[in-house]
């Protein structure tokens, strides 16, 4: 079934704040989840709310956004996310880094303990949007799901990486840089999706407790799989890292960047769930002693752009192109609600007692 950007937004709201998200950060949780579908990456979208939900049930997530700043400097910040969601404490490093940036044209944020932090790209696209070049190393504590290079266990996390340079391809129309993607072969969410959608993996997404190539949910979230909130450690397998040793190294990287470094702790040993980050978000402007920035990046990605087709009914795109073509689809013509995840939705609403838009079947 299809649903309106602002239909199912408004629903997702009315969840968390009745949850006990105030009404400001029901808002941006929701905004950002419904981004993530309308974008492409239904993994890191309305598909997550059952777990948040369930988060915020066991205590594992505060539904009221709390957070400490443990270093404070000019160009280097360090803060404590205590556990509060991921959407709202992303928001709050785009705010401190745009004001780091003002002053300095340098803002470097290590965020700990942060619930999960959606689709990073999302941060990257906000920072892109205020004129800001920013690189983003992600961890996942608690989440050891993915075999480094070589190995058939699991002892690293997806481990995301996004980079978003500002483009500004015309008076009103941004078409930023934006690489985004976990260092493993397929993102968690993705097998999620799979688990309660049918869709299909690659074949070597996965890899089993025999060493050999798996596409099958259940390799991961074992007898979990059927649950509403499948747990990707109850499997005997492991998630594969894509690029074979340079993705793998990326990965550890990213543990050691934003795992160790930020006190989000790796995934050496067991720790409560939690997103550790480390952001670079630099202001272009104060480099650009030559004012030959901007154009610099428009000719390098037109030359991109003109590149050839392998095929020619397939462009070639820079990342950040695909996410923007699906949103601007989902903004037309709605986002695809898939049958078994608005069951869910309609069930965590009669238990709360939100009301369910008339599109869902009762
Ligand atoms: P993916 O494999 O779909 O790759 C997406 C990236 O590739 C984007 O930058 C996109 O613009 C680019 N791209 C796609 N097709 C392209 C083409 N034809 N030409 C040029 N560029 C192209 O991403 P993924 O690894 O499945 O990750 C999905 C999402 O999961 C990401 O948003 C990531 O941040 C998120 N994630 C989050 C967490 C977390 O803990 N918060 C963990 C893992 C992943």
Redesign the pocket.
Known sequence: MLIRVNEITSWLTDIFATAGCPNEEACLIAVHLVDADASG?P??GIVRVPRYIDYIHAGTVRPVCAYKTLVDSETLCLIDGQYSFGQVLGHHVVNRAENMCQKNGLGIIALRNAG??????GWAELLADKGLISIHF?T?AGSRIVAPFGGKQARIS?A?V?IGVPHQAGDNETQHF?????TSR?????ILVSQKTGSTLPADAMVDETGADSKIPKTIYGATATTDVPDPRAGKGAIQTFGQHKGSGLGLACELLAGALTGAGTNACDRPFC?GMLSIILDPEKLNTDDQIAAEISDFITSIRETSPRKPDQPV???????RAKRAVANRQGIELNATIAAQLKAISDGLGVSVPDIVPS
């Open positions: 990456h993994s890191h999960h932090l959606g689709r990073i790209g992600v996942v997806t995301p996004a934006i690489l985004d993607f976990a397929v993102a968690e969410g993705k997103n795109l820079i990342p950040g192109d695909p996410e």
